[in-house]
């Protein structure tokens, strides 16, 4: 079992920036992939970022050039750089980690971008 818990979320105004981290209870090297996805008031969960045991990385299109998704092995945490933020990005941010066998959620973090 691995227990994730995401941190770094707030609110702030569009056009300024947040860094949310996923903090894991066991080694993120043991993970095939870590991933953030984020859940919109009313929407459906929907994928933002993710990044490989191997440190490739791929975004979802309207993120791209804004936010950036990376890893601290020694410290068994994954982090979202979100810049130049849009009223759009408010919703609650969570991280995943999949693994052969094994798929695991935080429980979230909430990012509110309003002025």
């Known amino acids: 079992q691995v227990q994730l818990v995401e941190s770094g979320g707030g609110l702030v105004q569009p056009g300024g920036s947040l860094r949310l981290s996923c903090a894991a209870s066991?080694?993120?090297?043991?993970?095939?992939?870590i991933s953030w996805h984020r859940q919109a008031p009313g929407k459906q969960r929907e994928w933002v970022a993710t990044?490989?045991?191997?440190?490739?990385?791929s975004y979802a299109d309207f993120v791209k050039g804004r936010f950036t998704i990376s890893r601290d092995n020694a410290k068994n945490t994954v982090y979202l750089q979100m810049n130049s933020l849009k009223p759009e990005d408010t919703a609650d941010y969570f991280c995943?980690?999949?693994?052969?066998?094994?798929?695991?959620w935080g429980k979230g973090t909430l990012v509110t971008v309003s002025s």
């Open positions: 066991g080694s993120i090297s043991r993970a095939n992939a």
């Open positions: 990044i490989t045991s191997r440190g490739f990385t």
């Open positions: 995943r980690w999949t693994a052969p066998g094994a798929d695991y």
